[in-house]
């Protein structure tokens, strides 16, 4: 269940294609000659579903997404593990320009493990998972006819991390994960995304790929700065020759406190017992967040 163990989260983004969006970082008028005012459209967040937003973070920008969320998992299998997490997420992206942002992700977790099969006490993992650095790169605009078009490419640096988690990866392997994000406003109240992705460990003993993942979300604008999504998606792992997924359904909903601010609250649970997954679990996932981002650097170049 990756939603839980690596969380980075849109619906923003759809409340801003929804809307009537401005070219970012155009000039309109100015308070005095050296005070330009810049227009930009309202923030748009990763957070808080699984579906990463296409748009990139605007030149100049710095952009933080924080948030809480509490998971709880159960393996349906004889002898499976039941798994409760606290996680704080946190995620730092920055506009480098109009297609470039660089981005880093640091998640602190208390992890509790249980096995009622057996008479093992339950046992906790804490501290702060290993730094996650990447990039986003617009491959193409949205169009009237073309979805807003981004990649993205992450690497987890093990060495850098505390507590529990220094022992929980081997300090040789580096991880990677790249996506393709999709996202398309269809009327001016709808919008869609989806991603799709994989990963996996670029040395190591473990395979280059061998984890992956799909989403696929709808997002709505009520109006007065209110927004919903609902979503699905799925995380997929090879071992040996087997393929498991666990799939998930989710919402949430998110609130516009201004073009810089959001707050967003999200609830999900996990489908693998109702669609007969090979590896069935049961469980589901609640958090809530804040975004907010400030101009750092308005004359990078565009």
């Known amino acids: ?7 980075i989260l849109t619906v923003s983004s759809f409340w801003g294609m929804a809307q ?24 748009a967040t990763d957070r808080p579903d699984m579906t990463e937003s296409a748009f990139i973070t605007p030149v100049g920008w ?22 409760d997490i606290h996680q704080v997420e946190q995620v730092l992206r920055f506009g480098i320009n109009r297609r470039f942002e660089f981005r880093s992700v640091v998640n602190s977790n208390t992890q509790q493990f249980d096995n009622p099969s057996t008479l093992n006490d339950p046992y906790r993992r804490t501290g702060v998972s290993p ?34 988690y220094r022992q929980v990866y081997p300090n040789n392997t580096v991880f990677h994960e790249q996506r393709l994000m999709l996202e398309k406003g269809i009327t001016s109240k709808v919008a869609l995304a989806s991603n799709i ?17 799909f989403s696929f979300a709808v997002g709505y604008d009520f109006g007065n700065d209110w927004g919903v999504y609902i979503e699905y ?40 017992e109702t669609v007969d997954a090979r590896n069935p679990t049961t469980g589901f996932i609640a958090g809530a967040g804040i975004s907010y981002r400030l101009p750092l650097a308005h004359r990078l170049s565009r």
């Open 1 to 7: 269940m990756k939603k839980i163990s690596i969380l």
């Open 20 to 43: 009537e969006r401005p070219e970012t970082d155009d000039n309109v008028g100015q308070i005095s000659p050296n005070t330009p005012m810049i227009k930009t459209f309202p923030i």
């Open 62 to 83: 710095l952009q933080y997404e924080g948030g809480y969320q509490y998971s709880h998992s159960e393996s349906l299998l004889p002898g499976g593990e039941v798994i």
């Open 131 to 164: 730094l996650t650095i990447g990039f986003k790169y617009n491959l193409l605009e949205e169009s009237h006819k073309m979805p807003q078009t981004t990649w993205l490419s992450h690497t987890t640096l093990p060495w850098l991390s505390l507590g529990d």
């Open 197 to 213: 992705g994989f990963s996996g460990a670029l040395n190591g003993t473990a395979g280059y790929i061998n984890e992956g993942m």
């Open 233 to 272: 998606f799925t995380n997929w792992e090879l071992v040996q020759t087997q393929l498991f997924h666990t799939p998930f359904v989710d919402g949430g909903i998110t609130k516009l406190l201004s073009s810089d601010l959001q707050w967003d609250v999200y609830a999900g649970y996990d489908i693998s």
